[in-house]
Antibody, heavy 123, light 104 residues
């Protein structure tokens, strides 16, 4: 079945780094844009980053620009988020999602989500 | 940046009620709006895309409408499984702050 499974979350000190992974199965991964979305404890959803199907295009929320890097390996059906210079406000559950956007003008929603991985930034 | 504002933030309703949630964009987004349902400890679930298109497998009691800057999500007859938090999202970017639908 169509599935996304995140991993790599954990406890990290402020200023530290972490790399999240998202393993896709059950669909042709290389056909889709992919996004990372996060949710701080007790808060709403925040889109973090997306990457195009061939890795040609990436985009980031202002809150993470310059610190986070999204990448993918279509041969391994995997999505990644490298997070550097982590701050307490990056503490959240991080979800990967299949992103049905066709830039610049079309968007059909994020239809497949992983279960999330928790990142805690604390000293 | 386009801001998304949902109202109300919390809604108390009973099983069988008709429920409407509003989402307003700070500038026109045409029809590029999605609605999601999220239950505690779970990932969001896509309900509606392109403002009014029902995602496959989603019950027909859910419907969406609107274009430009004002959008609504309607649940025609609230069911026990529908008590959750609902989010709108514009064009894969900004989410609204969420509307929690709770039992009256």
């Amino acid at each position: 079945q169509v599935q996304l499974v995140e991993s790599g979350g954990g406890l990290v000190k402020p200023g530290g780094s972490l790399r999240l992974s998202c393993a896709a199965s059950g669909f042709t991964f290389s056909d889709y844009y992919m996004s990372w979305i996060r949710q701080a404890p007790g808060k709403g959803l925040e889109w973090v980053s997306y990457i195009s199907s061939s890795s040609s295009y990436t985009n980031y929320a202002d809150s993470v620009k310059g610190r986070f890097t999204i990448s993918r390996d279509n041969a391994k059906n995997s999505l990644y988020l490298q997070m550097n210079s982590l701050r307490a406000e990056d503490t959240a559950v991080y979800y990967c999602a299949r992103d049905r956007r066709i830039p610049p003008d079309y968007y059909y929603g994020m239809d497949v989500w992983g279960q999330g991985t928790t990142v805690t930034v604390s000293s | 940046d386009i801001q998304m504002t949902q109202s109300p933030s919390t809604l108390s309703a009973s099983v069988g009620d008709r429920v409407t949630i509003t989402c307003r964009a700070s500038q026109s987004i045409s029809s590029w709006l999605a609605w999601y349902q999220q239950k505690p400890g779970k990932a969001p679930k896509l309900l509606i895309y392109k403002a009014s298109s029902l995602e496959s497998g989603v019950p027909s009691r859910f419907s969406g409408s609107g274009s430009g800057t004002e959008f609504t999500l309607t649940i025609s007859s609230l069911q026990p499984d529908d008590f959750a938090t609902y989010y709108c999202q514009q064009y894969g970017w900004t989410f609204g702050q969420g509307t929690k639908v709770e039992i009256k």
